[in-house]
């Protein structure tokens, strides 16, 4: 640990991180830009395309950002009835109680680059045999080449007798969604570590945004009891839907030693989530041997996630396989495998990884560039290795900065951290660089 190196050894530390501070390197750490194979067109190619991106989140921004410099007189599209922008990636801080929720609140419209068009709607069905989507308003639009970068949808129903409303009461909390969930997670885990007693840490079975967020939250709850002297007084239970706590093969090893072992959680293998009653605070799982029902002081529920109904009742999804629902793209190229003048981006799109804001920094050149070739006539110059990137915070101050692809083969982006250890340096880029990178990525700057 930092403390227990020389004072030449920690500094040299601290040199050669200021090294690669600032965007540059927050960039490398966040995304991994050794993902692409190319670098972005110098010049920008005339076309009278019409181009439709559904979704003014940081992928949908994102495109919208690079696909403005790279195109010469295109019509871009994005269609979103949001207005408020929020930084996930900080979500967790909100919710531990390092940031306050403003600062992860902004506005699509300082956003959005000019000259773009902004249909403040949402789409409420794909027809890609007529190249249109059709607005919940009704209005029809049609395209010449679609994005959809819509994100996903948090199943809070999915889960008996749970709604976003609880959050902040009962025990319950969950980090999803928005600022407000995040905040007043915040507040049901003050509460808390103020009394102690029995705390449930959930992840549902299947692909969800952010997947280390719920070891995040658990670790960080940990952290508080410690920090307010309660720890004593609390049993902690992480329960797995499965037989794995993360699918990068390094990373759950340690975690299956680092929770039961260092932190004192009891893992609760083959767990899923399917009932919550508030008033008695009482959570049910369903387990191979059966229902099993647990009393609780504090829950961080974790609903079961999918791609937003538009997507998952059209023709663009998986119809079958493991990722039957989400859209259906070749995960290198992330062109439609089917609808060739499709392409997708972010949390929406079916592949093994990949559901964080890391993975949109890398995916949103390849899709962007390889949609220009297209365009141009051109064989496809890009392609995505899966790159995915989460800074493990494993307490305030502490982190893994995990980084790894399709493969589950780690790619680190700094030598002189190692990848399976906890380390200040992580904690740092989280907490004070990432959000800046971010903002670069939605200016199509990095």
């Known amino acids: 640990m930092e403390e227990d190196r020389k004072p030449s050894e920690a500094l040299l530390s601290r040199r050669n991180f200021l090294q690669l501070s600032g965007i540059t390197a927050a960039a490398l750490a966040a995304t991994g830009a050794t993902a692409l194979l190319t670098s972005a067109p110098v010049r920008a190619r005339k076309t009278a395309a019409r181009i439709v991106i559904v979704g003014a989140g940081a992928a949908g921004i994102s495109l919208s950002a690079r696909l403005g410099k790279s195109l010469d007189g295109a019509r871009i599209t994005v269609i979103d009835r949001r207005e408020a922008h929020y930084y996930q990636p900080g979500l967790t801080l909100v919710a531990s109680g390092v940031w306050q929720p403003g600062k992860v609140v902004s506005r699509n419209a300082d956003h959005l680059p000019r000259g773009i068009e902004w249909v403040r709607d949402m789409v409420a069905e794909y027809d890609p045999d007529n190249n249109r989507v059709i607005t919940a308003g009704g209005e029809s639009i049609e395209y010449d080449y679609l994005l959809v970068a819509s994100g996903l949808q948090v199943n809070y129903a999915a889960i008996e007798g749970m709604s976003p409303e609880l959050i902040g009461s009962n025990g319950i909390a969950c980090v999803y969604d928005n600022p407000s969930h995040a905040s007043r997670s915040w507040q049901a885990i003050s509460a808390f570590r103020a009394r102690g007693g029995v705390g449930l840490f959930t992840r549902p079975p299947g692909a969800i945004k952010c997947a280390g967020a719920p070891l995040k939250i658990a670790m960080l709850t940990e952290y508080r009891l410690r920090e307010a002297g309660s720890r004593s007084r609390a049993e902690l239970h992480y329960l797995a839907p499965g037989q794995g706590l993360f699918s990068q093969p390094d990373i759950d090893r340690f975690l299956k030693t ?189």
């Open 258 to 446: 680092h929770l039961p072992d260092e932190r004192g959680f009891t893992i609760d293998w083959n767990h899923r989530l399917t009932a919550i009653d508030a008033g008695a605070r009482q959570a049910t799982f369903a387990t191979p041997d059966g229902l099993r029902t647990l009393d609780y002081d504090f829950i961080h529920v974790v609903p079961p996630m999918s791609a937003p109904q538009a997507v998952v009742d059209s023709p663009l999804a998986w119809q079958e396989g493991p990722f039957a629902g989400w859209l259906e793209v070749d995960r290198h190229t992330l062109q439609h495998r089917r609808y060739p003048n499709v392409f997708g981006v972010g949390d929406v799109i079916g592949t093994p990884i990949g559901k964080t804001a890391a993975s949109v920094k890398a995916q949103v050149p390849v899709a962007a560039g390889n949609l220009v070739d297209l365009i141009a006539g051109r064989e496809f110059s890009r392609s995505y290795n899966g790159y995915t990137s989460c800074p493990l915070i494993t307490e305030v101050g502490q982190a893994i900065l995990v980084e790894f692809d399709y493969e589950l083969k780690m790619v680190p982006s700094f030598g002189f951290i190692n990848p399976t250890e906890q380390h200040w340096v992580p904690w740092v880029l989280k907490d004070r660089m990432l959000q800046a990178a971010y903002n670069a990525m939605l200016r199509g700057r990095i």
